[in-house]
């Protein structure tokens, strides 16, 4: 049996945020917590939605002790922010950290006994729905506005913690692209190789599944014709990136993703990596790796990114042919393309064995292990 799990409701489209205020009144919410990190503040970009929110006359409370890897201490001050403000919803506004936050709030809020952050990695059993959530994607990657999960960094352990809850997906996404059309090219390249990597692992994952399968391909196909043009800030890039990463998170939320992500995870925890950048570095790599495991899905792969004549290649050309896309796509939106100037050499045990542990890692294709997991980093290094 296969479980698929989506928003009630989505917008899609320039000037989607408008549709905010009707869902807060459609739903009786009397007032909104807003979570927002301090960077989107001061450029003005939290002010979209809160001007939606003013000019229909809603309540609001603004909190925004949000870090770009959002820590436990984030999460226990937000839900302290919470209670005080008497909300009784919540309207997530950033990235994948402040949706993140704000998915980890909301689940104390309303399963109170999972009130020490970490109860919560894994996949918690907790019993009540979240407060509801309102996700604002800034960013196309995460895809935080349409998925069950959520990551903690517990920064006295220096480890990132994946939790898993369909209890914590949002009630509502807006995906709108005017408030993804101030990220800097860095960001942009480093989220939407994120959402590349969450197509990709989702589409090889075990879990996979025709469902998943049918998302997984168009997702591919739309970040591989749009990212370049996003990165220069091209309307159409930057369209087709917001759509490209939400329907990534449709498909890999239900299914998993595998030991990129595992990988990617630690280097965030130790060293504040931003975590596309992670992804993308780790990618191509890991998917030599993964090849062996993998079937025919590779020759796919190949023509959503673009690749001509996958219907004539051996097993072999095609799945380098789907590696070297990948490689193209990151080295073209100017990603680097090892982690020498990130990681340090006696730090890969501890990174290898918190791969190894982490809450992806099952969903991988092929069975590994930490010595293979080590093998990969000093690859990279």
Same mark, same amino acid.
């Given at each position: 049996m296969n479980r698929f799990v989506l928003n009630e409701t989505s917008y899609h489209g320039a000037g989607a945020i408008a549709a905010i205020a009707d869902e807060v009144k459609a739903r009786n919410f009397k007032k909104?917590?807003? $979570?927002? #990190?301090? #960077?989107?503040?001061?450029? %003005?970009?939290?002010?979209?939605?809160l001007d939606v929110l003013d000019n229909a006359a809603i309540e609001y409370s603004v909190f925004s002790e949000i870090k770009p890897n959002p820590t436990i201490e984030n999460v226990q001050a937000g839900v302290e922010a919470f209670k005080a403000c008497g909300a009784d919803c919540i309207v997530a506004i950033g990235g994948g950290s402040?949706?993140?936050?704000a998915k980890a709030i909301g689940i104390i809020i309303t399963n109170p006994e999972f009130a020490d952050v970490r109860s919560l990695e894994g996949v918690a059993p907790t019993k009540n729905?979240?407060? =509801?959530? +309102?996700?604002? =994607?800034?960013?196309?990657? *995460?895809?935080? &506005?349409?998925? +069950?999960?959520?990551? +903690? *960094? /517990? $920064? &006295?352990k220096n480890r990132k913690m994946v939790c898993v809850d369909v209890h914590d997906i949002p009630v509502v996404a807006v995906v709108d692209p005017d408030m993804m059309a101030t990220m800097p090219k860095g960001l942009t390249a480093a989220t939407g190789m994120d959402a590349l990597t969450h197509a990709i692992e989702g589409y090889i994952t075990k879990g996979a599944w025709a469902l998943s399968d049918m998302f997984h391909i168009e997702a591919i196909r739309i970040i591989a014709a749009s990212l370049r043009g996003a990165v220069n800030n091209e309307k159409e890039g930057r369209d087709g990136m917001a759509l490209g990463q939400y329907?990534?998170?449709? %498909?890999?939320?239900?299914? %998993?993703?595998g030991i990129v992500h595992s990988m990617a995870h630690p280097l965030g925890a130790l060293y504040d990596t931003p975590h596309g950048v992670a992804n993308a570095i780790i990618l191509p790599t890991v998917m030599e790796y993964n090849a062996p495991a993998t079937g025919d899905k590779y020759k796919y792969i190949a023509a959503a990114m673009g690749v001509e004549g996958t219907e004539n290649?051996?097993? &072999? &050309?095609?799945r380098k042919a @789907? +590696?070297?896309a990948v490689k193209k796509l990151s080295a073209d939106v100017g990603i680097p393309a090892d982690l020498k100037d990130i990681v340090? =050499?006696? #730090?890969? $045990?501890?990174?290898?064995?918190? @791969?190894?542990? /982490?809450?992806c890692r099952p969903g991988n294709p092929r069975e590994t292990s930490v010595e293979e997991i080590t093998a990969l980093y000093n690859s990279l290094l």
């Open positions: 909104v917590f807003v $979570a927002s #990190d301090p #960077d989107l503040i001061k450029f %003005g970009v939290t002010k979209k939605v402040s949706m993140d936050t729905k979240c407060v =509801p959530v +309102i996700a604002v =994607p800034t960013t196309a990657g *995460t895809a935080a &506005e349409v998925t +069950i999960n959520y990551v +903690i *960094t /517990d $920064a &006295e329907v990534a998170g449709m %498909g890999f939320s239900n299914v %998993g993703l290649m051996t097993v &072999e &050309e095609y @789907a +590696i070297d340090k =050499p006696e #730090d890969v $045990a501890f990174l290898a064995q918190s @791969a190894y542990d /982490d809450a």
